[in-house]
């Protein structure tokens, strides 16, 4: 079974820095791209960030660009979210996924439907 675990989530303050780790096992994790989402209470679904670990293109969310970055540990199957000069506007619970579609670009990475399986979530929170 395929099975992700998301950790490092917490409370931060406004302009603090957070790293998301999400770590994915029972399949090949060279053939998946992996993206981070984001719910926030009251609103829908946010595409964070992704990247395709077939070549290594990762692709950000408008709100988020320039402050976090996503990368890939191929021996520990993990990705990780570096979040950078967080903002009250960032708290929600982020989630984990993955996908082995090979229609993974930048229209796709964000759309949920491209995913297969889903971490648990962990919860951010940014004071002002």
């Known amino acids: 079974d395929v099975q992700l675990q998301a950790s490092g989530g917490g409370l931060v303050k406004a302009g603090g820095s957070l790293r998301l780790s999400c770590t994915v096992s029972?399949?090949?994790?060279?053939?998946?791209?992996i993206g981070w989402f984001r719910r926030a209470p009251g609103k829908e679904r946010e595409g964070v960030s992704g990247?395709?670990?077939?070549?290594?293109?990762?692709y950000y969310g408008d709100s988020v660009k320039g402050r976090f970055t996503i990368s890939s540990d191929s021996a520990k199957k993990t990705v990780y979210l570096q979040m950078n000069s967080l903002k009250p506007e960032d708290t929600a619970v982020y989630y984990c996924?993955?996908?082995?579609?090979?229609?993974?670009?930048?229209?796709?990475?964000?759309?949920?439907?491209?995913?297969?399986?889903w971490g648990q979530g962990t919860q951010v929170t940014v004071s002002s």
């Open positions: 996924a993955v996908s082995d579609t090979p229609y993974y670009t930048s229209s796709t990475w964000n759309l949920g439907v491209m995913y297969d399986d």
């Open positions: 029972g399949l090949s994790f060279e053939d998946y791209s």
């Open positions: 990247i395709n670990n077939r070549d290594s293109t990762t």
